[in-house]
Every structure is written in C-alpha cells, then in structure tokens.
C-alpha cells in the first residue's frame, strides 16, 4: 500500500521545488572546440526522444531552429520478421493522435499492430474483478500493442520520408559529458554536449530523453525520488492454445505481482510477468515445457482464498446484483498458453522514478528520464509521448509569442502541465503495485470489494479509462 508518508515526500518535494537548483560547474569549453552550435540537442534517441525529434523537426514554428538528436546505439535496418519481437507497449489513444498527427502511425499500421477491445483483470486472492469495454466506455479502442522496435522503425521511415531539413540525426553518437547552462537572471545561456569521439556540441536548449539513468537529469543535480521495486518484469513471446479474435488484455494479481498478457494476433500474446528477482532468474532457466505450466499456472492456479473474504465478496456481489448493478459474475475465461516463441524469454528490472524537477535553466528532460513507472498499468512510454506533445506545444507557443525557447515560464509551463498529470499516475500505479503484493485478508478483503465497487460504478470505471487512455 502507497504509505501516506511516501505520497507526502512526494508532493512535498515537487512542491517545494520551485527554485532552480544549481547546476554541476565543469571546466569551461573553449569556443575553437565547439564543432557545431545547435538551437536544441535531444540527447537519447529511443522511443520518447526519436518522436520528440519528428514533431519538433515537423512543427512550422521550428523550422528556423537547428535540431540535433544524439542516440549512443547504432542505426539498425529494421526487418519485420513472422516472429513478434519479445519487447511490446500498449499505447493509448493519445498516443495514437499524437503520432497520426506526425504522420507516424500509418507506418504502424501498415506492418502490423492489435488493438485491444476488451480488458480484463482479476485477483487471484479472492477473484474480485474489473473489465473494461471498449464499446461501453471508450467507444474506440481501448489500446494498441506494438513492438517497441517497430515503433521506432515508423518514426524513423516518417523522418525519411518527410527530410526535415532542420534536424540531424547521428546515430553511434555517445554523449561522454555535459557542461550546463549557467544563470542567475533565469535566462539559460549555452549548454555543451562532449561526445565519447572527442566532439563537441553547444546548444541554446538541451533535451534529456536518455532514459532511467540520464545522465542530463544527473548533470543538472536535481533531485530524484526512487526505488526498485525487487522484481523483474518477464517478457516472453507466447502461442495461444486456440485461435480467437484476440483482442483482450488479460491481466492477474497474483501475491507475487501481476501476470499479463498482451494480444498479438489471433493465436500469439506478449507476456509481461512481474516476479520478486529470485523468481525471475528461476523463471528464465526453465525449459521452455516448464516456462508453459509456470505461465498456465500463473493464469489458472486457485490460490489459498480466506472463507472470510469469500464470504464478503459474494455478500457484496448479491448487493449489487439487487441494486441492479454489474456483480462481477459475468467473466470471460483467461486463454492457455501452448508453447513459447524460442528464445523470446527475457527479464527486465522494475523501479520507480520521479524527477523533481523536470527543468533547469536550458534544459528539459522528457520520457524516463523524467518518471519511470511500474509497467503494470502500461503506461510508461505514453506519459512521455505526453511530454513530447506538451513540450513542443509549448516551445512553438513561445516561440509564436516572441520569447526564447529557454524562457524559463514556458519551461515550467511545460514541467508543471506534465507534473500536473504524471505525478498522479505514478502514485496511483505505485499504490496498486504495493496493495496488491500483499495476501493479508483484510488487505485482500479492501482491495476486493474496492475492485467490485469499481467496476459495477460506471462513472468511475469511465474516469479511470479517461486518465488512463490520455
Ligand atoms: C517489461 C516492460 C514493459 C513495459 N510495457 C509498457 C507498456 O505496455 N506501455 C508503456 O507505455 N510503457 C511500457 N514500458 C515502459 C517503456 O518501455 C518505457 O517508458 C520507455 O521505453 C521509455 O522510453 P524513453 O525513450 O524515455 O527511454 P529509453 O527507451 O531508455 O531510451 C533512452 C535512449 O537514450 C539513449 N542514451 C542513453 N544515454 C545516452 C548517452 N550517454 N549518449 C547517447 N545516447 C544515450 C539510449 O541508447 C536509449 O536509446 C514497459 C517497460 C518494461 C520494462
């Protein structure tokens, strides 16, 4: 369970934050040096960073800045191969609009994508469930499942295609170190990026979409609330028993974490398994045979259940029955998994983060470098697709009002929009990861009849959606 405490230490820091902190002082870099002056440099080119790059580049307010996107990774040549890659993300709606604006989603759907239309989730503790509809709540689609490497690929044959002329993108490109903008008066003067090769950068505004570990978010010496949450998340490809439409997320809390699966296609769903990290190294020697039963079991194992708690949840499913309302009764039933894609196993550490600060004098981090979540609610890459969108609504409105694009109050216009969202979310999703990996009856019995009220109360369920989808 969220500890008061812990939601406290949150807000409190967020709150009491509004002074830019200091940045890191490093030795000055001498003009000669600087290879090449940019208005912005994105560093890190994954998921967040790559998109932000294409609706800055794409954006006409813009088109007279110099944009530069650093990623440390080679360019790979992307193939769409039979297999489904072992690494997916569910995107909300938001997600979707943001990337039919920049012309990014019809690459997705040309290769390939399933949209999910139906969700379950249930407790193995008690069976207390909730679902989601997309006819009864969303009238869309309530998510898509894409593969995190296709989705790169689209933004990437979108920047092909479009030939920003304002932006440059270099691959292979590891940034070393960071010297920060200095400023007294709250306007940013010069940032410089030192590259591994010897190259220097400077910039007017620095972009950290270098993920979890920034090293942007370090060099600007705010401060960060984190945790590891001792679990791994499993990912592995799986093949489904029996062909169906296959457009439902499954999603079971077990005591341990919660088991989900993602639709692929008809016959094929991605796994995604939060276990504490002993598990997950046992998990990942198995045999692919006993992988399979560990999977059905994770679906399909009835687990010790209080007579207590049981008593209760069919005593408030009869109230709801009577008054009418959804009693939970109505469940579809979770598929069996036949085999697994060879070598789709992998695992993956989980953690919490949340950056105080999401601004310093020049600089503006976006994506994981600023919130790491736990993926159980999937909502990771899409709260920084929503820094994406926010960030370049916000830098075309400065610079269509004549300010800077590092004028400090449109970057804290831009932190405190996404603080405004983010921080929530990432409370919410911690909360549910700390109620539901505990098996005390009376935690049990809370969250139990807390889920049947929620689900049979459709204004909430609807509100959820709505926070949740955008
Ligand atoms: C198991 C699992 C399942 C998930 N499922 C979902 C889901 O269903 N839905 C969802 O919304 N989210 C999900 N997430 C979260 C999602 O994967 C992340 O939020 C997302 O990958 C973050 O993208 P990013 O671009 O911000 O960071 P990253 O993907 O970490 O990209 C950072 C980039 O910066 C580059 N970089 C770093 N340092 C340097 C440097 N010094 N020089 C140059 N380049 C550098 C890296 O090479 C990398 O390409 C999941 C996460 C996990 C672990």
Known sequence: MLLPSTLRRLLALTNNSKALLPLRTLATVKEETIKEKYDIIIAGGGMVGCTLACALGKNSVMSNLKILLLEGSPNQTYQLKPEYSNRVVALNQNTKSLMNSLKIWRHIEKARLQPVRYMQVWDACSDALISFSSSDILDDDIAYIVENDLLLHAVNTELASTEIENLKIVYGAKISDYQLSKSDNKTATENIVKMSNGDVYACELLIGADGANSAVRKAMGVQYLSWNYDQMGVVATLHLAEETENTTAWQRWLPTGPVALLPLDNSRSSLVW?????????????????????????????????????????????CLRKAGLPDGAVRQLPPSVRHITAGSRAAFPLGFGHSVRYIAPGVALVGDAAHRVHPLAGQGVNLGFGDVKDLTDLLADAIYTGYEITHHSWLEKYESSRQRHNVPTQIAVDALHRLYTVDLPPIVLARSLGLQLTNALHPLKKMIMSHATT
Do not use: H, T
């Open 274 to 318: 939060s276990v504490w990290q002993d598990e997950a190294k046992r998990l990942l020697k198995l045999s692919d045979e006993e992988f399979v039963d560990a999977v059905n079991d994770a679906l399909w194992k009835q687990y010790p259940r209080s007579k207590g708690v049981e008593a209760c949840v069919s005593w408030m499913s009869s």
